[in-house]
């Protein structure tokens, strides 16, 4: 299994900044994704984080708005911009490797003011 | 398309009974399914998960899911609830083709303990 630490835990920011989510992953994994989540709601997959090129997004995110890092194996980071409240939410970090488990960080909890 | 159903966002056991979550999906070929847990404040933690073999899948804490093919379900079931188990608990499936790497989730089932 993987261990997937992120920084920061929790962060409470102003409308209009930029915060920057790391994710550190204990070994190498193929894939790195990113998700969001709403407390007591389901994952929404926000990309695939590729090792040295573009993330791969999903339908309703912009790389403009996430811009996403992944410049080796075992590390990545999301960063949300220009942040209004509604990207209040709980921002989870995931890795795995083929087509075998994925493993999940422990979550960001970013509130917007 | 991939889908995967959670039809009770509650379920509600006493301590030492026991328990059973569902889960159907629906997926072209055969499917890899998964059961995650996430406790307040926590990040998902996995469970156990399907991919071929026995129909009978034993994961963490005592849990075990049994993959159904003609029903296409999985539903997550232990034989003795503890209060600790109560938490939020996600079924999922991985997509096929171009969606091979991404995992799918169900909208959740909050599973509640009572002493």
């Known amino acids: 299994s993987a261990v997937i630490s992120q920084k920061p835990s929790r962060d409470i920011c102003q409308r209009g900044t930029s915060l920057t989510i790391q994710c550190q992953v204990d070994?190498?994994?193929?894939?790195m994704f990113w998700y969001r989540q709403q407390p007591g709601q389901s994952l929404t997959l926000i990309a695939t984080?590729?090792?040295?090129?573009?993330?791969?997004?999903e339908s309703g995110f912009v790389i403009d708005k996430f811009p996403i890092s992944r410049p080796n194996l075992t590390f990545s980071t999301l960063t949300v911009s220009n942040m209004s409240p509604e990207d209040s939410s709980i921002y989870l970090c995931?890795?795995?490797?083929?087509?075998?488990?994925?493993?999940f960080g422990p979550g960001t909890r970013l509130t917007v003011l | 398309a991939q889908s995967v159903a959670q039809p009770e966002d509650q379920v509600n056991v006493a301590e030492g009974n026991p328990l059973t979550v569902k889960c159907t999906y629906s997926?072209?070929?055969?499917?890899?399914l998964f059961w995650y847990v996430q406790y307040p404040n926590r990040g998902l933690q996995f469970l156990l998960k399907?991919?071929?073999?026995?129909?009978l899948v034993k994961g963490s804490y005592g849990f075990e899911a049994e993959f159904n093919k003609s029903q296409t379900s999985f539903h997550l079931k232990k034989p003795s609830a503890l209060v600790s188990d109560s938490a939020l608990y996600f079924c999922?499936?991985?997509?096929?083709?171009?969606?091979?790497?991404?995992?799918?989730f169900g909208s959740g089932t909050r599973l509640s303990i009572r002493p």
């Open positions: 070994s190498q994994v193929t894939m």
């Open positions: 984080a590729n090792q040295g090129s573009e993330a791969t997004y």
């Open positions: 997926v072209s070929g055969n499917p890899y």
């Open positions: 995931s890795g795995s490797t083929g087509a075998d488990t994925q493993y």
């Open positions: 999922a499936v991985r997509g096929l083709g171009s969606s091979a790497s991404k995992i799918i």
């Open positions: 399907y991919i071929t073999g026995d129909n």
